[in-house]
């Protein structure tokens, strides 16, 4: 990793994990621009012909997903959005009411913190994939129920399939669940590699649980997996 870059890391992580001081040689990169785009093309598909294949099951889920096409609760389906050939892919659980509102994943609270933590690993969210279990908001932004899960799930699998990441974050336990078909807690699951469909997992908490558990314990546990999960991806992470 190039000087500025670990700069600019060590900036984005001292914020997330709520560390207010920036030494001074430090803090004159703080405005460098962001890294170069990591991209990779594993299949021999081009990022065109994914984006092709994403926006056909797009089409498809909006026409025949058993769970969205019966919600009622939302406005509009968010299918997730991204680099189609990206090398890293994090899975949410389901809109909230600004993602329902534009369309986009991971727009409002949590959307905010996740970018800052895409930013701490020395990426930019147009070189990620987010995605989530569910593409309708459900009512009263409710858990998805396992049998929801159940019926939209397929077309998240459909979505990591085309996408062929080289390592999927999971945000929380329904996204865990699903990917892993694990029923396991996730303060167990964390930190640990998994697997799907011989794609690394990484599960961690969901940014929303931690908004609402702000603590630097679990800061520094959100940032040493995806410590890990650089690491995985030779982003030249120093985890000590
Ligand atoms: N929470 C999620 O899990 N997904 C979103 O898109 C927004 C909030």
Redesign the pocket.
């Known amino acids: 990793m190039n000087e500025r870059r670990a700069a600019q890391q060590f900036i984005e992580t001292s914020k997330l994990l709520g560390v207010d001081f920036v030494p001074v040689a430090v803090k004159a990169v703080e405005k460098a621009e962001t890294p170069k785009a990591v991209t990779k093309s594993a299949s021999g598909k081009s990022a065109g012909e994914k984006q092709a294949l994403l926006d056909a099951l797009h089409k498809r889920h909006d026409q025949e997903c058993p769970h969205c096409t019966a919600a009622s609760s939302h406005t509009q389906t ?1 299918f997730g959005e991204g680099n189609p050939d990206a090398r890293l892919m994090f899975v ?5 009411a ?2 329902d509102k534009v369309g ?5 609270r ?2 905010q913190l996740l970018e800052k933590i895409i930013v701490a690993m020395g990426l930019s969210r147009e070189e990620v994939f ?1 995605a ?2 569910l593409k309708s908001r459900p009512p009263n932004n409710a858990t998805p129920t396992s049998d929801e899960a159940s019926k939209c799930g397929p077309y998240l699998l459909e979505q990591i399939k085309i996408i062929e990441p080289e390592v999927i974050v999971t ?2 336990k329904p ?1 865990a669940q699903l990917v892993l078909e694990s029923k396991e807690a996730m303060g167990r699951m964390r930190g640990h590699w998994y697997e799907y469909g011989g794609v690394p997992v990484m599960p961690t908490f ?3 649980y931690l908004l609402r558990a702000y603590t630097p314990e679990n800061r520094a546990m959100v940032w040493s997996d995806m410590q890990l999960v650089m690491e995985r991806l030779g982003m030249g992470s120093s985890s000590g």
Do not use: C, D, T
């Open positions: 968010v949410g659980e389901a809109p909230g600004e993602e986009r994943p991971f727009v409002g949590s959307g987010i989530n279990v945000l929380g996204a969901h940014p929303a």
